[in-house]
């Protein structure tokens, strides 16, 4: 194996790893079904039981932090792209 180079700089991230993603969009009923739906697709063991939900302070908006047993920073980049172009979301963190 071959020694690391001195001035490269640590991950950032260390996988596998359980990685909360925060997703916010508009209060829709189907919203936190379609975004449990979304992320199965990448990861299939996924469930309702991995969200938390909060509603604004005016209930116009949601959002849900769904915390995701990731592989690979391209897996974690596949659920980014995924939800962030769905059109119920506004934001993903």
Do not use: W
């Amino acid at each position: 194996m071959a020694d690391l180079d001195p001035d490269t700089p640590p991950p950032l991230i260390e996988f596998p790893c359980a990685f909360p993603i925060k997703v916010m969009g508009e209060t829709h009923d189907a919203f936190s079904v379609t975004i449990i739906d979304l992320i199965q697709t990448i990861v299939p063991g996924f469930n309702a039981s991995h969200v938390e939900m909060r509603a604004s302070s005016g209930a116009k908006y949601i959002s849900l932090t769904c915390t995701v047993q990731v592989v690979s920073q391209a897996q974690l980049d596949d659920i980014y792209r995924l939800l962030s172009a769905h059109p119920l979301v506004k934001f993903t963190l």
